[in-house]
Nanobody, 115 residues
Framework: QVQLVESGGGLVQSGVSLRLPCTAS????????MGWYCQATEMQLQLVAR??????VFYADSMKGRVTISRDNFNTVSLQMHNLKPEDTAVYYC??????????WGRGTQVTVSS
């Protein structure tokens, strides 16, 4: 059974940086895409960043310039967020797509940014 475990969330003040790592386990097939989504209260789930390789990275406009996604090893992806703002408050979810097209989600980690 594939599991994604996120960590690194919490209550922080505006302007600080935060790193969210996610580790995948239990996949029998290689991971093709790794990414992060966020969902604020009463808002739709939205993509933050997605990575296939160092040369194939996508950032959504909402946080572009303030986030960096990196694949630390074959099963770990991290989202480094800088200069956090109160509007970044959301639950952040890790997401993977395997080479066979299967998709998996983590349970999410809450990030709350106070002004």
């Amino acid at each position: 059974q594939v599991q994604l475990v996120e960590s690194g969330g919490g209550l922080v003040q505006s302007g600080v940086s935060l790193r969210l790592p996610c580790t995948a386990s239990g996949s029998n097939s290689s991971i093709n895409f790794m990414g992060w989504y966020c969902q604020a209260t009463e808002m739709q789930l939205q993509l933050v960043a997605r990575l296939r390789s160092a040369e194939n990275v996508f950032y959504a406009d909402s946080m572009k310039g303030r986030v960096t996604i990196s694949r630390d090893n074959f099963n770990t992806v991290s989202l480094q967020m800088h200069n956090l703002k109160p509007e970044d408050t959301a639950v952040y979810y890790c997401h993977i797509i395997t080479v066979l097209g299967s998709q998996y989600w983590g349970r999410g980690t809450q990030v709350t940014v106070s002004s």
